[in-house]
């Protein structure tokens, strides 16, 4: 099941979506994928200017 | 159903692990401590005769935290049995700069890190010189430590089946497949992250001559991510962990269960939560075979 959230996205400039679709993955073991790739998209505006490590 | 607390209430059965205050040991030849962290299963408080399977997660609190959450989710979701993970590292007050520990805690003496030519030369351009390391690894003394010091340790403390998973990333992984080779049979299970060195490759290569079986369940995780990043190149981290991996296999141990993956789109760090849950679900397979399913 896929559901859209939001369908306004070529018309909305406050919206940054992104939706990603995991293969290999079930409904329990997408989680740890989508808290951790979630995390990083919701938060990419403020991670911008932190330092980078060397790995 | 019954309200709760009135007659024929149900207990409640607990779906969260439970985390200790965190604990402090001594090594043997060490002059400093490291952190021990614990999580014990949902069912520890409720079920007193049951004792339980061992995750040993590497550094520390930075992947403690991760590692049992992950364990925490797929327990609930029956993906894995019930498991007691303890997290052992440098002390959380000391911060990053204590990370510096693991150095010297994960690589045991005549690790090479880099390899001469193209990664040695990249590495001293770049100002990481492993040498001044060298008289300090003691990464064996730790393996000794967590064998013989904390297992029995921990063991009169919490209900630990002798059942023992060794879990690392990078340099922890570098230092599990190293545990796997220098000490046979001190763990069962391994998950490996992203890492060994020169030395594991040669005690590989060693283990083959004097043995014909490795009774051992190994997951071993990478990331596409790594191969483009030069530092990493220059450790040879995904070469050297795929000549691993291909190595073990091409010796046929009959009771070797390996299973390697590459992770597209990860790197370095966001690699370990999928190496954490794939690993924990290959090497604990033969234990979940008739765990109940939720029907999710």
Same mark, same amino acid.
């Given at each position: ?34 808290? %951790? =790739? ?18 | 159903?019954?309200?709760?607390? &009135?007659?024929?209430?149900?207990? %409640? ?20 401590? $490291? ?29 403690? %935290? ?5 364990? =925490? ?13 303890? &997290?052992? &590292? ?57 064998? !013989? ?14 059942? $023992? ?38 005690? !590989? ?10 009774? %051992? ?6 990331? *596409?991510?790594?191969? =483009? ?37 990860? *790197? ?10 794939? &690993? ?14 939720? =029907?999710?």
């Amino acid at each position: 099941m896929v559901s859209v959230l939001c369908d306004t996205k070529p018309f909305c400039l406050l919206c940054d979506l992104r939706t990603r679709l995991y293969t290999d993955r079930d409904h329990f073991t997408v989680m740890p994928l989508i808290i %951790a =790739n979630g995390l990083q998209h919701v938060y990419a505006d403020l991670i911008a200017d932190l330092p980078q490590l060397p790995w | 159903m019954s309200g709760s607390g &009135g007659p024929g209430a149900r207990t %409640a059965v607990p779906y969260a692990m439970s985390w200790e205050e965190p604990s402090y040991a001594r090594a043997e030849g060490y002059d400093y401590d $490291h952190e021990i962290l614990v999580a014990l299963p949902p069912s520890y408080h409720v079920a007193p005769d049951r004792s339980y399977p061992v995750v040993w997660s590497m550094d520390g609190a930075m992947t403690f %935290a991760v590692t049992a959450g992950v364990a =925490n989710l797929y327990i609930v979701g029956k993906r894995i049995p019930e498991i007691i993970v303890v &997290g052992v &590292g440098h002390r959380s007050e000391q911060g990053m700069l204590g990370l510096a520990n693991r150095t010297f805690d994960l690589f045991p003496p005549g690790s090479v890190w880099s390899d001469p030519g193209l990664g040695d030369e990249y590495m001293k351009r770049m100002g990481f010189t492993f040498e001044m390391s060298r008289p300090f690894l003691t990464g064996d003394l730790f393996l000794d430590f967590l064998v !013989e010091q904390l297992r029995p340790s921990l063991g009169e403390r919490y209900r630990m089946a002798d059942d $023992h998973t060794l879990w690392g990333h990078s340099a922890g992984g570098g230092f599990a497949s190293y545990a796997l080779l220098a000490r046979p049979g001190a763990f069962g299970r391994f998950i490996i992250g992203s890492g060994t060195n020169g030395l594991t490759i040669d005690l !590989e290569a060693e283990y083959a001559k004097r043995h014909d079986d490795l009774d %051992a369940r190994v997951f071993i995780g990478m990331a *596409d991510g790594e191969i =483009n990043h030069t530092p990493l190149c220059a450790q040879r981290l995904v070469s050297r962990t795929t000549l691993l991996a291909e190595n073990l296999r091409l010796r046929g141990y009959p009771s070797l269960d390996l299973r390697t993956r590459f992770y597209a789109d990860r *790197d370095h760090f966001t690699s370990m939560p999928p190496i954490i849950g794939d &690993g924990l679900q290959h090497v604990y397979a033969d234990l979940i075979e008739d765990l109940p399913k939720p =029907n999710w």
